[in-house]
């Protein structure tokens, strides 16, 4: 069965399930729909500018996509850098149906799936008020090289790469030496 057969059959069967059918259940079948699209994604290909010729990347191989002085800057696991004219606006509508290329930041479209590690650390605003930060760090790119998550996106990003952090009070203590908490 192709995957233009399988999607409009889970359509119907989401939009027909009685509404006293468990939450569960519902929640499982949008899972499912995820899934196919990871597997195979709406969009292949994005076509970007290098000098005198259109390079097709694939999607896969993209880390993120920023704007730079008006520009799409598109960045690459082997390091490239690659730019675009659409604006984010498209991009975004573009990679809608594509769960791990999500708008993690106003200026920011990031590949979930090339992430390697998360930054989460702490800062006063201007209203001396605490605001957490969390970052997302790629597998082939320099540690220095970061994409911030907005405050707003980043349930969504957890909730995506299947993290729950510990609950740090007072009365228990992050765990140290980098051990895994247990669950």
């Known amino acids: ?19 006293d059918l468990t939450r569960e259940i ?4 949008t899972s499912i729909y995820k899934k196919l699209l990871e597997i195979d994604p709406p969009v292949k290909k994005l076509a970007v500018f290098g000098g005198n010729y259109i390079k097709l990347l694939d999607i896969q191989d993209i880390c993120f996509i920023t704007i730079d002085d008006d520009r799409r800057r598109v960045v690459t696991s082997d390091g490239k850098e ?17 769960p791990k290329m999500m708008l993690v930041h106003r200026s920011y479209i990031a ?12 800062v006063t605003t201007r209203k001396n008020r605490k605001s957490s930060t969390m970052h997302l ?21 957890k909730e995506y790469l299947g993290i729950k952090l510990p609950n740090t009070t007072a009365e228990e203590p992050p765990p140290e030496g980098g051990e895994q908490p247990t669950q």
């Open 1 to 19: 069965m192709e995957e233009h057969e399988i999607i409009p059959i889970i359509e119907e069967i989401k939009e027909t399930l009685p509404e």
């Open 82 to 98: 690659w730019y675009l004219k659409e604006t984010m606006t498209v991009l975004q509508k573009r990679f809608k149906d594509d």
């Open 111 to 122: 590949n979930l799936l090339q992430v390697d590690k998360i930054f989460i650390g702490e």
């Open 26 to 29: 519902k929640d499982t079948l």
């Open 137 to 157: 760090m790629f597998k082939t790119l320099p540690e220095e090289i970061k994409v911030p998550v907005s405050e707003n996106n980043q349930t969504e990003v």
